[in-house]
C-alpha cells in the first residue's frame, strides 16, 4: 500500500497477526463496503509468526487441527512426526488466508506505530519515521504481548559482539550457525531461551546460559505426550480441564460444586495435576545429577497446574538428551556489564563468547498511547510502575474481588511456596481494566465504542479465541452487544484480576494470563452472543474429547441467522 500524507478510514487494525488479520475479515463480512486499514512494523503477515522471525526448528506447542481458524483447516504439509505445527505452515497459513480473502492490498506494512491520540472523529495515529497521518472512527489494537523486545539493564563498554533478543533468532539464524561463531552466551528462563539453547547445541555450538537468580526461575515443561499417548495440548482443550483448572470464569454446575468445592474433587483434583508434573518431571530428567537439575521449576509441587514461570511443551525431536549431552553451562546469575566480548556477571565471573542471545521476554506494546490514556484505558504502566489505577474505588473492588476468589475457588487460596517469594509480591501486578479482556471500562461506561484492545489473553488456542474474540468486539464496537452497568462491569474486571495473580502466579501478575481457560472464555463470549459453546454430539465427547477450532465452524452464521427476521407464516 502506497504512503499518504493522511488518510481517512473507518477502521485501523494495529497487528497482522491471528487477531489483526480476522479482525479485518471478520469487520469486512459484517460491513463489506468499510474502509478497512491494517498497520504492521513487520514486512510479512503473522506477527510472532511473520517470515523475518521463523528459524528452522521453530514449532509450535500444539497439534495440527489445534491451532488454525475455525472455517479454514490448515493443510499438514510440513508438520514434524508427532504431527505438531511448524513456523513456516502457520506462516504460510496466515499469508494464504489474508491473499485468499483480499487483505493483503489492505496492508501497510514495515509501519510502527509511534503515537495513537484521541481526534474528534475518533483515533488519530501517526508513525515512527514518517509524517503520514491516518485518522479512523474505530480502532482495534492487535500487537499481542510479543511485539516489542525488552531488553535488561547493564553497563557496556566497547562491545565486539552480536547482542540480539530472541526476536531477531530467524534474521541471525545464517550468522549464528557460521563456523567463527563457536560460543554464545543465552539469558533467560522463557521457553525461547530453550528453543535457543537447543538450536544452538544442533549447530554444535558452546552454550552459556545465565538464568538470574532472583527471577520466576526456569519453566516447567510438558512432554508433548502424556502417558505415551495423549497429547498434551489435546489434554488441555477438553472441558475436564475447565474442571481441573479452576476458573473464575466456571463457577457453576455440578462439575465446578465437586472438583472445586468439594474436599474430595479438590483432593483428585490435586492428585491430577501432582502426577501430571511428575511425568514431566520425569520426562526431562531433573533426577539425572547433571546440569539439567538447574532447570526444575523452583516451586513447591505442582509446577505444571501453577505455571508461575510460564509452560513449555517438548516439540522437538531429542529436546531432553539434546541439552543433557549438549556442551552447556548453566550458571544462576545476573548481568553487571559487557565489555568488548566479555560478559561480567554479578558474582564477578567472566564469560567470553562470540554472541548473545537475550531471551528476556517483551516490551511495553501499548506505547503508542501516552501515559495519561492508558491510565483512563486501563492498560498497564510498563517498567518499574505497576499500577494504571490507584483510586479508592478500584482498590474497594480489588479487596473484595480478592475475597469472591477465594471462596468460589478456595484451591487457590493458599499460594505455594516459591524460592523467590518477591516474584509473587501483589504490589507488583499490573493490572488490565478491560471489560470481557477487550473493552476499556472508561470508555464502556460513557458510550464510546470506539476502541477494542485484542489479543490481551495467553491462552493454548489462540486462533480459535481470537477469532470469537475479535467477532464479540467487532460487534460491540457495531453497537450490537448490550453491555452490563458499569459496576457489574468493575467487579467482572476485578475479579479476573486477582483470579490471574492467583491462579499463575508470577505470570499473572505481569500478564493476562489463563493458559488453561480458553473454554471458559469461549463459553462466556459465546452465551453474550447467544450461541450454543457446547458444540459435541454427546456428553462423553463434550466432556473428554478435545476442542478444535472446527467444532465453531459456522458460528458466525448462525449469529447473523438468529438476528434476521422472521419470515411470516402463510
Same mark, same amino acid.
Given at each position: 500500500?502506497?504512503?499518504?500524507?493522511? =488518510?481517512?478510514?473507518?477502521?485501523?487494525?494495529?497487528?497482522?497477526?491471528?487477531?489483526?488479520?480476522?479482525?479485518?475479515?471478520?469487520?469486512?463480512?459484517?460491513?463489506?463496503?468499510?474502509?478497512?486499514?491494517?498497520?504492521?512494523?513487520?514486512?510479512?503477515?503473522?506477527?510472532?509468526?511473520?517470515?523475518?522471525?521463523?528459524?528452522?526448528?521453530?514449532?509450535?506447542?500444539?497439534?495440527?487441527?489445534?491451532?488454525?481458524?475455525?472455517?479454514?483447516?490448515?493443510?499438514?504439509?510440513?508438520?514434524?512426526?508427532?504431527?505438531?505445527?511448524?513456523?513456516?505452515?502457520?506462516?504460510?497459513?496466515?499469508?494464504?488466508?489474508?491473499?485468499?480473502?483480499?487483505?493483503?492490498?489492505?496492508?501497510?506494512?514495515?509501519?510502527?506505530?509511534?503515537?495513537?491520540?484521541?481526534?474528534?472523529?475518533?483515533?488519530?495515529?501517526?508513525?515512527?519515521?514518517?509524517?503520514?497521518?491516518?485518522e479512523t472512527e474505530k480502532l482495534l489494537v492487535a500487537t499481542g504481548v510479543t511485539s516489542i523486545p525488552n531488553l535488561p539493564e547493564y553497563e557496556s563498554q566497547d562491545v565486539s559482539i552480536p547482542i540480539i533478543h530472541s526476536k531477531d533468532l530467524g534474521l541471525?539464524?545464517?550468522?549464528?550457525?557460521?563456523?567463527?561463531?563457536?560460543? &554464545?552466551?543465552?539469558?533467560?528462563?522463557?521457553?525461547?531461551?530453550?528453543?535457543?539453547?537447543?538450536?544452538?547445541?544442533?549447530?554444535?555450538?558452546?552454550?552459556?546460559?545465565?538464568?538470574?537468580?532472583?527471577?520466576?526461575?526456569?519453566?516447567?515443561?510438558?512432554?508433548?505426550?502424556?502417558?505415551?499417548?495423549?497429547? %498434551?495440548?489435546?489434554?488441555?482443550?477438553?472441558?475436564?480441564?475447565?474442571?481441573?483448572?479452576?476458573?473464575?470464569?466456571?463457577?457453576?454446575?455440578?462439575?465446578?460444586?465437586?472438583?472445586?468445592?468439594?474436599?474430595?474433587?479438590?483432593?483428585?483434583?490435586?492428585?491430577?495435576?501432582?502426577?501430571?508434573?511428575?511425568?514431566?518431571?520425569?520426562?526431562?530428567?531433573?533426577?539425572?545429577?547433571?546440569?539439567?537439575?538447574?532447570?526444575?521449576?523452583?516451586?513447591?509441587?505442582?509446577?505444571?497446574?501453577?505455571?508461575?514461570?510460564?509452560?513449555?511443551?517438548?516439540?522437538?525431536?531429542?529436546?531432553?538428551?539434546?541439552?543433557?549431552?549438549?556442551?552447556?553451562n548453566i550458571l544462576r546469575d545476573s548481568i553487571d556489564n559487557i565489555k568488548q566480548d566479555k560478559m561480567i556477571l554479578g558474582s564477578g565471573k567472566n564469560v567470553t563468547a562470540d554472541s548473545i542471545i537475550m531471551c528476556t521476554g517483551w516490551g511495553d506494546h501499548?506505547?503508542?498511547?501516552?501515559?495519561?490514556?492508558?491510565?483512563?484505558?486501563?492498560?498497564?504502566?510498563?517498567?518499574?510502575?505497576?499500577?494504571?489505577?490507584?483510586?479508592?474505588?478500584? =482498590?474497594?473492588?480489588?479487596?473484595?474481588?480478592?475475597?469472591?476468589?477465594? $471462596?468460589?475457588?478456595?484451591?487457590?487460596?493458599?499460594?505455594?511456596?516459591?524460592?523467590?517469594?518477591?516474584?509473587?509480591?501483589?504490589?507488583?501486578?499490573?493490572?488490565?481494566?478491560?471489560? $470481557?479482556?477487550?473493552?476499556?471500562? %472508561?470508555?464502556?461506561?460513557?458510550?464510546?465504542?470506539?476502541?477494542?484492545?485484542?489479543?490481551?489473553?495467553?491462552?493454548?488456542?489462540?486462533?480459535? &479465541?481470537?477469532?470469537?474474540?475479535?467477532?464479540?468486539?467487532?460487534?460491540?464496537?457495531?453497537?450490537?452487544?448490550?453491555?452490563?452497568?458499569?459496576?457489574?462491569?468493575?467487579?467482572?474486571?476485578?475479579?479476573?484480576?486477582?483470579?490471574?495473580?492467583?491462579?499463575?502466579?508470577?505470570?499473572?501478575?505481569?500478564?493476562?494470563?489463563?493458559?488453561?481457560?480458553?473454554?471458559?472464555?469461549?463459553?462466556?463470549?459465546?452465551?453474550?452472543?447467544?450461541?450454543?459453546?457446547?458444540?459435541?454430539?454427546?456428553?462423553? %465427547? =463434550?466432556?473428554?474429547?478435545?476442542?478444535?477450532?472446527?467444532?465453531?465452524?459456522?458460528? &458466525?452464521?448462525?449469529?447473523?441467522?438468529?438476528?434476521?427476521?422472521?419470515?411470516? &407464516?402463510?
Open positions: 500500500m502506497h504512503s499518504k500524507a493522511f =488518510e481517512d478510514v473507518d477502521v485501523a487494525i494495529i497487528g497482522a497477526g491471528w487477531y489483526g488479520l480476522v479482525a479485518a475479515r471478520t469487520y469486512l463480512r459484517l460491513r463489506p463496503d468499510a474502509n478497512v486499514l491494517i498497520i504492521d512494523s513487520d514486512n510479512t503477515v503473522g506477527g510472532v509468526w511473520s517470515s523475518e522471525r521463523l528459524y528452522p526448528n521453530l514449532v509450535a506447542q500444539v497439534k495440527l487441527g489445534l491451532f488454525n481458524y475455525t472455517d479454514t483447516p490448515m493443510s499438514e504439509r510440513g508438520a514434524t512426526s508427532q504431527k505438531l505445527v511448524t513456523g513456516n505452515m502457520i506462516h504460510n497459513y496466515l499469508h494464504k488466508y489474508a491473499e485468499d480473502h483480499d487483505l493483503l492490498r489492505r496492508i501497510r506494512f514495515s509501519t510502527f506505530v509511534d503515537r495513537a491520540e484521541r481526534c474528534n472523529r475518533g483515533w488519530h495515529l501517526s508513525f515512527k519515521d514518517s509524517t503520514d497521518v491516518v541471525s539464524f545464517d550468522a549464528l550457525r557460521k563456523d567463527r561463531i563457536q560460543s &554464545v552466551i543465552v539469558v533467560g528462563a522463557a521457553k525461547s531461551a530453550y528453543d535457543a539453547v537447543y538450536l544452538l547445541l544442533t549447530l554444535g555450538k558452546k552454550v552459556t546460559w545465565i538464568i538470574r537468580p532472583d527471577g520466576a526461575g526456569p519453566l516447567p515443561i510438558l512432554p508433548a505426550e502424556l502417558f505415551g499417548f495423549l497429547n %498434551s495440548i489435546a489434554v488441555a482443550s477438553t472441558r475436564l480441564m475447565t474442571c481441573l483448572s479452576p476458573s473464575i470464569l466456571n463457577t457453576n454446575g455440578i462439575f465446578y460444586y465437586f472438583f472445586q468445592r468439594s474436599t474430595v474433587g479438590r483432593w483428585f483434583t490435586g492428585k491430577f495435576w501432582d502426577t501430571v508434573t511428575f511425568l514431566s518431571n520425569r520426562h526431562a530428567g531433573y533426577s539425572q545429577g547433571d546440569h539439567v537439575s538447574m532447570l526444575k521449576p523452583e516451586i513447591d509441587g505442582k509446577s505444571v497446574f501453577w505455571a508461575n514461570s510460564g509452560l513449555g511443551v517438548v516439540t522437538l525431536p531429542g529436546f531432553w538428551p539434546t541439552i543433557h549431552a549438549g556442551n552447556v501499548f506505547s503508542m498511547f501516552d501515559a495519561e490514556t492508558k491510565v483512563e484505558l486501563g492498560l498497564p504502566a510498563f517498567g518499574d510502575a505497576v499500577s494504571s489505577s490507584k483510586d479508592s474505588l478500584w =482498590e474497594e473492588l480489588d479487596f473484595e474481588a480478592d475475597k469472591a476468589v477465594n $471462596r468460589k475457588l478456595p484451591f487457590l487460596a493458599r499460594a505455594p511456596g516459591l524460592k523467590n517469594s518477591h516474584v509473587n509480591d501483589i504490589q507488583r501486578q499490573r493490572k488490565w481494566r478491560l471489560y $470481557r479482556r477487550a473493552i476499556p471500562l %472508561s470508555l464502556a461506561a460513557k458510550g464510546d465504542r470506539s476502541l477494542a484492545i485484542l489479543g490481551q489473553i495467553h491462552t493454548v488456542q489462540t486462533p480459535l &479465541v481470537s477469532e470469537i474474540q475479535s467477532f464479540w468486539s467487532i460487534l460491540y464496537l457495531l453497537g450490537e452487544i448490550e453491555l452490563p452497568d458499569k459496576d457489574t462491569m468493575a467487579q467482572e474486571i476485578a475479579e479476573w484480576n486477582a483470579w490471574t495473580r492467583k491462579r499463575y502466579l508470577s505470570q499473572g501478575l505481569k500478564f493476562p494470563y489463563s493458559l488453561y481457560d480458553f473454554l471458559p472464555y469461549v463459553d462466556i463470549l459465546c452465551k453474550d452472543l447467544g450461541l450454543n459453546s457446547r458444540r459435541k454430539s454427546n456428553f462423553i %465427547s =463434550e466432556i473428554f474429547a478435545p476442542y478444535k477450532p472446527e467444532d465453531f465452524n459456522g458460528f &458466525v452464521d448462525e449469529y447473523l441467522d438468529s438476528r434476521a427476521p422472521a419470515k411470516a &407464516v402463510v
